[in-house]
C-alpha cells in the first residue's frame, strides 16, 4: 500500500527505502518491542541448548511465550527455522522461561503475567513473504503470524500483518471451518459452546462483523476468550453462557450510554477497558464501541 505525505495540500508518494543492515530492523522492533506488538522483550540472540539462536524472545500480555524472527534475504526459510525453535521451546520446562521472565522484567511484573505455557507463537518479520511461505502458515495448525515491514524515507516505518486466506463466514460455525491452534488450546467453536443458543447466536453475529472491518483481521481463540487484531489486539471476546464480556483497547470511547467500565488496575490488562453484550438490541451500539477499540489499532 503506498504512503502518501501531504504537503500544502499536495500528495508525495514515500519511497520505501531498505534499512542500512538487518541486523537494524531487529534492533528497532526489540527498542519498541511494547509499542508496536504489545510483547515483553526479554531476550536477544538467544541460544537454545540444541546451538541455534532465537532471534528475539519475548512474551505477551496473557503470558504466552513469542518466538521473533526476521527474514534476512528472500532466500531464507524463516518459517521452518522459526518452527523448529517453537518444538524446543515446547520440550523446556516452563520453570527456566519464568526465570527469564523475572530476570528481565522483575519480580513485580512477572509476578502479575500468568505464564502460558500451553500456547507459544511466533511471529516473522520481513519485508516480502513468497507464496511458498504463505501456504506453509496456512496449513500448519500452530500459531504463526507473518508481519510485514516497510521502511520509508522520512523515518517512517511500518508493520502489518499478511492477510491469509479465510474460509467464508457461515452463519453456524462448524468444527470444520476452525483450524486448531494447539492441542491445548480450545477452538472456537469449544468457546461458544458454554453459552446458551441465543448467546451463540448473538457471538456469530458479531463475529462476523469484526471480520468484516478489514481483511487483515485475525481471529485467534485463547484459553478464555477469542481475541480479534490487526498489528495488536483491539477486542477480546469472553463468552459466558448468558452474556458476552468484551474486552477493548484503553483509548476514550464516545459512548453516550455509559457503558465501557474501566477495568480495576490491579488485573494488569493491557485491554483494561470492558463492556458487556447480552441482548439483540444491544449489537448494533457495543459494536460501534468495537469499531473504535479497531481505529486505534490501524
Same mark, same amino acid.
Given at each position: 500500500?503506498?504512503?502518501?505525505?501531504?504537503?500544502?495540500?499536495?500528495?508525495?508518494?514515500?519511497?520505501?527505502?531498505?534499512? #542500512?543492515?538487518?541486523?537494524?530492523?531487529?534492533?528497532?522492533? %526489540?527498542?519498541?518491542?511494547?509499542?508496536?506488538?504489545?510483547?515483553?522483550?526479554?531476550?536477544?540472540?538467544?541460544?537454545?541448548?540444541?546451538?541455534?539462536?532465537?532471534?528475539?524472545?519475548?512474551? #505477551?500480555?496473557?503470558?504466552? /511465550?513469542?518466538?521473533?524472527?526476521?527474514?534476512?534475504?528472500?532466500?531464507?526459510?524463516?518459517?521452518?527455522?522459526?518452527?523448529?525453535?517453537?518444538?524446543?521451546?515446547?520440550?523446556?520446562?516452563?520453570?527456566?522461561?519464568?526465570?527469564?521472565?523475572?530476570?528481565?522484567?522483575?519480580?513485580?511484573?512477572?509476578?502479575?503475567?500468568?505464564?502460558?505455557?500451553?500456547?507459544?507463537?511466533?511471529?516473522?518479520?520481513?519485508?516480502? =513473504?513468497?507464496? =511458498?511461505?504463505? #501456504?506453509?502458515?496456512?496449513?500448519?495448525?500452530?500459531?504463526?503470524?507473518?508481519?510485514?515491514?516497510?521502511?520509508?524515507?522520512?523515518?517512517?516505518?511500518?508493520?502489518?500483518?499478511?492477510?491469509?486466506?479465510? /474460509?467464508?463466514?457461515?452463519?453456524?460455525?462448524?468444527?470444520?471451518?476452525?483450524? /486448531?491452534?494447539?492441542?491445548?488450546?480450545?477452538?472456537?467453536?469449544?468457546?461458544?459452546?458454554?453459552?446458551?443458543?441465543?448467546?451463540?447466536?448473538?457471538?456469530?453475529?458479531?463475529?462476523?462483523?469484526?471480520?468484516?472491518?478489514? %481483511?487483515?483481521?485475525?481471529?485467534?481463540?485463547?484459553?478464555?476468550?477469542?481475541?480479534?487484531?490487526?498489528?495488536?489486539?483491539?477486542?477480546?471476546?469472553?463468552?459466558?453462557?448468558?452474556?458476552?464480556?468484551?474486552?477493548?483497547?484503553?483509548?476514550?470511547?464516545?459512548?453516550?450510554?455509559?457503558?465501557?467500565?474501566?477495568?480495576?488496575?490491579?488485573?494488569?490488562?493491557?485491554? #483494561?477497558?470492558?463492556?458487556?453484550?447480552?441482548?439483540?438490541?444491544?449489537?448494533?451500539?457495543?459494536?460501534?464501541?468495537?469499531?473504535?477499540?479497531?481505529?486505534?489499532?490501524?
Amino acid at each position: 500500500m503506498p504512503i502518501f505525505k501531504v504537503n500544502a495540500g499536495k500528495l508525495k508518494n514515500l519511497s520505501a527505502l531498505p534499512l #542500512d543492515k538487518e541486523k537494524n530492523l531487529q534492533q528497532l522492533v %526489540e527498542t519498541n518491542l511494547m509499542e508496536v506488538l504489545e510483547l515483553h522483550f526479554l531476550a536477544s540472540e538467544y541460544v537454545t541448548t540444541l546451538g541455534g539462536r532465537i532471534d528475539t524472545l519475548a512474551v #505477551d500480555t496473557n503470558g504466552a /511465550p513469542v518466538i521473533i524472527e526476521y527474514k534476512r534475504n528472500k532466500n531464507d526459510n524463516v518459517i521452518n527455522q522459526a518452527l523448529s525453535y517453537l518444538k524446543w521451546l515446547k520440550t523446556q520446562k516452563p520453570g527456566f522461561f519464568e526465570k527469564l521472565m523475572m530476570d528481565k522484567l522483575g519480580n513485580a511484573v512477572a509476578d502479575k503475567i500468568k505464564l502460558d505455557w500451553h500456547n507459544p507463537w511466533v511471529i516473522c518479520i520481513a519485508e516480502s =513473504f513468497s507464496k =511458498f511461505d504463505i #501456504d506453509t502458515v496456512e496449513v500448519v495448525p500452530l500459531r504463526i503470524e507473518l508481519m510485514r515491514y516497510r521502511y520509508y524515507e522520512g523515518d517512517i516505518f511500518t508493520l502489518e500483518p499478511v492477510t491469509l486466506s479465510e /474460509p467464508p463466514l457461515p452463519q453456524a460455525i462448524p468444527a470444520s471451518s476452525l483450524q /486448531p491452534l494447539e492441542k491445548d488450546t480450545p477452538s472456537v467453536v469449544e468457546l461458544r459452546s458454554k453459552a446458551t443458543d441465543a448467546i451463540r447466536d448473538l457471538f456469530d453475529d458479531l463475529r462476523e462483523r469484526i471480520m468484516a472491518l478489514d %481483511e487483515s483481521v485475525n481471529e485467534k481463540p485463547n484459553t478464555l476468550y477469542v481475541a480479534y487484531r490487526v498489528s495488536k489486539n483491539f477486542a477480546d471476546l469472553h463468552i459466558g453462557k448468558n452474556q458476552i464480556k468484551i474486552q477493548l483497547r484503553p483509548i476514550d470511547y464516545v459512548d453516550p450510554q455509559n457503558r465501557v467500565e474501566k477495568i480495576p488496575d490491579g488485573y494488569n490488562w493491557t485491554m #483494561d477497558r470492558r463492556v458487556y453484550l447480552k441482548s439483540k438490541e444491544e449489537l448494533e451500539y457495543v459494536f460501534g464501541l468495537i469499531e473504535q477499540s479497531y481505529k486505534n489499532v490501524l
